[in-house]
DNA sequence: CGGTAAATGTTATATTGTTACGTAACGAGC
DNA sequence: GCTCGTTACGTAACAATATAACATTTACCG
């Protein structure tokens, strides 16, 4: 019943799905994927990931969406709907949010990616279906501008 | 220096850009465009307004596109990017609200978008960038899921 | 071992969006 | 009137993003 694993690389006994260590729970294309991704620490396009990985043997897109399918599964990565492109997620290691809602901010300098997830972010979301009845499934928020660096020094 | 505007409808002066009465300030495109969507009432994609204006000489999507550069300019169309798709401003002609960021509720059932501008909503903009230093340029939120009326019935 | 589910590989296609180029309409100013 | 700059329009080709369909391989488990 369980997914394919890798056997090389299988630890011990599996906890929770999303309590795996990554990179060890991972199948190659997945693994491959998401080391693209957190080596590059912007986001990138499926595109630009299946170019990365020609030389480990990707050749088409499918092979690349179907991983990044498995890996937003995991919550480890996110789609940003504003620039078609994945970002790894910053708290891949502690898996603490799996589906709940993420807001990214994004700086169109530097491409760093943050995520927001607190209190205040939560009881805006919470806030739209209390008053209008609105029952929220998936939540896209993304603000782009400037960091507070690139803001600051440029 | 005034664009080019249809010389059959237009009416009096120009008070202000965003102020034209719409409808008979707009280009002929971009009067097709508007009206597909109003009619709809529901996010198009391009390319269905594409196929929804070949009767009318439309060929190819870049007439689309153009168009709908324009309305959002104007403020009365938006994008979805949760959605590849363009929706009329459901306040097209009070035009009060024009580069502020604005959310949307999309309910996946019946279709129906609604806007968010509230004092809430703009808090909490206004917050992420108090608390980070992130400066906003464009904000995306959009929250997927069912509607107070569509969740209540099913 | 054999069955099953998942992952993979490959080709083709669908969908979405842009570049490049040329034409036409309009107002401004000479 | 005339050119000039700006804006809109038309069309073809292309680039970027994403999925469908189908066969094959791999891992797990009884």
Redesign the pocket.
């Known amino acids: ?8 690389i ?1 630890l011990g006994p599996v906890f929770h799905e999303a309590a795996q260590s990554l990179t060890t729970e991972l ?4 693994r491959l994927v998401f080391a693209a991704l957190t080596r590059a620490g912007t986001p990138l ?4 990931i299946l170019d990365l990985l020609r030389d480990d ?7 690349v ?3 990044l ?2 890996l937003r599964g995991l919550g480890v990565v996110h ?1 940003l709907e504003s ?3 994945f970002v790894a997620c910053s708290h891949a290691e502690d898996h603490a949010h799996h589906g709940e809602p993420i807001g990214f901010t994004i700086c169109e300098r530097c491409g760093t990616v943050s995520e927001i997830h607190d209190a205040d972010f939560r009881a805006f979301v919470e806030g739209i279906g209390a008053r209008s009845g609105f029952r929220a499934e998936k939540t896209t928020v993304e603000i782009r501008g400037l960091c507070a660096e690139c803001a600051g020094g440029a």
């Open positions: 019943m369980l997914p394919r694993t890798p056997s090389a299988t199948t190659k294309n997945q396009s499926a595109y630009q043997g990707f050749r088409a897109p499918l092979q969406y179907r991983a399918d498995q789609r620039m078609n492109a």
